[in-house]
């Protein structure tokens, strides 16, 4: 068996946990292999020693590896999916930062959570995932997120327009700084900043949020993932911006957008004794009473 680890290659330490997890799995005879840009940063920056394989490509490690580590948090786990694309290669994300909804394994608890890994004491957490046509060779393939997928405007000028079509039937124009459309996955990220609803993992549904809309009666809404949604978008700057998560490109106004759902999942490690409602619990801090 083989696991790799993905970590950004930002400016960030992880000897101890990777040194950790190393000799855990050289002890259980799993080889691990790590993400060569941030190792070569690990050994440049931080005077990292150990010897550890490395790949370079999501070819390589699809070809390679059975589960995938990522530490850090929600945003590098969601870089995983450029790697593990529709391999459907299981990620576990430990969350190495603070608030972490995907990377859901606490630094402190590395050492269990690797055994369970191991132990198989978990269930695979399928997530629906956001794919876009049109647009696809401005993200080289990987034309899906697992978040969400988001209309901006250019700069910090004039809004946008959106006209924005379900199955072809006209829904509404946005008048706005931008629309969201998240999955349920994405639901606790960008969309829920923007006044959006939290919905559990395995809902079906697609929410539309708007970002900063000029008519304070446009709320956001939950359609099906079932249907495909398309945009016809008009600005003054005569270009705009599209995002999948993290990765965002500028296209020109006369481009027409069409979303729907993926036709795989991205696979969620989730282990033993873990909830999305304990999660929720934890990170957005409910029933804390903080009064003396």
């Known amino acids: 068996m083989t696991i790799a680890i993905y970590a950004r290659s930002a400016k960030s330490d992880h000897s101890v946990y990777l040194e950790h997890i190393h000799n855990f799995f050289s002890a259980e005879g799993v080889k691990v292999i790590i993400h060569e840009p941030y190792y070569k940063i690990l050994k440049a920056e931080f005077g990292f020693e150990l010897n550890m394989e490395t790949y370079a490509s999501s070819e390589e490690l699809v070809s390679k590896a059975y589960y995938v580590l990522s530490l850090g948090g929600d945003g590098t786990l969601l870089e995983t999916l450029t790697l593990v694309r529709t391999s459907g290669i299981p990620v ?7 608030l972490g909804f995907l990377a859901s394994v606490n630094k402190n608890d590395l050492q269990k959570a690797l055994r369970q890994l191991l132990d198989e004491k978990f269930t695979l957490d399928k997530r629906e995932l956001i794919e876009i046509h049109g647009c696809k060779d401005k993200f080289e393939g990987v034309n899906y997120a697992l978040n969400e997928f988001s209309i901006h405007k250019q700069d910090s000028g004039s809004m946008i327009t959106i006209d ?62 079932n249907r495909e949604i398309s945009f016809r978008v008009s600005c003054r700057t005569g270009s705009f911006n599209i995002s999948l998560d993290s990765r965002h490109h500028l296209v020109s106004a006369e481009t027409e957008i069409r979303i729907k759902k993926a036709a795989f999942r991205f696979n969620l490690v989730n282990l033993e004794g873990q909830h999305f409602f304990s999660t929720l619990r934890n990170k957005l801090m409910w029933g804390l009473d903080k009064r003396q």
């Open 164 to 225: 924005t079509f379900i199955d072809n039937v006209f829904l509404n124009t946005y008048f706005a700084d931008g629309l969201i459309v998240a999955t349920p996955t994405g639901s606790t990220a960008y969309s829920l900043s923007c006044g959006g609803p939290i919905m559990m993992p395995d809902s079906d549904n697609f929410i539309l949020t708007p970002i900063a809309p000029h008519n304070l009666t446009v709320r956001p809404l939950v359609v099906s993932n």
């Open 92 to 98: 576990l994300g430990v969350n190495t930062g603070r």
